[in-house]
């Protein structure tokens, strides 16, 4: 079973960028889509962005024009590009591999992420 390895979270001001890296440990082109999730406190866990096998992409309306989902299949990562980041984007970020009908087939461990005011 593939592994997932989040990175690149942190504590930054609201306005601020960062980009959150998902490294597996074997091919994710036998995906048929890598998604990004968040969970904030007391809240729950969220689809934030997704892209196909494809290239195709989708977001959840409150990111869109703010954050950039990406991969490399070469480098088997999925990134996260987040711009202009809200406290309200405070959450552990999740990258999720799906299969076929959108069936999670992996998860990370997670990272955390805080956007300060």
């Known amino acids: 079973q593939v592994q997932l390895v989040e990175s690149g979270g942190g504590l930054v001001q609201a306005g601020g960028s960062l980009r959150l890296s998902c490294a597996a440990s074997g091919s994710i082109f036998s995906f048929a889509a890598m998604a990004w999730y968040r969970q904030a406190p007391g809240k729950q866990r969220e689809l934030v962005a997704l892209i196909t096998r494809g290239g195709g992409t989708n977001y959840t309306d409150s990111v869109k024009g703010r954050f950039t989902i990406s991969r490399d299949d070469a480098k088997r990562t999925v990134y996260l590009q987040m711009n202009s980041l809200k406290p309200d984007d405070t959450a552990v970020y999740y990258c999720?591999?799906?299969?076929?009908?959108?069936?999670?087939?992996?998860w990370g461990q997670g990272t955390q992420v805080t956007v300060s005011s």
């Open positions: 999720n591999a799906k299969g076929e009908y959108g069936i999670s087939r992996a």
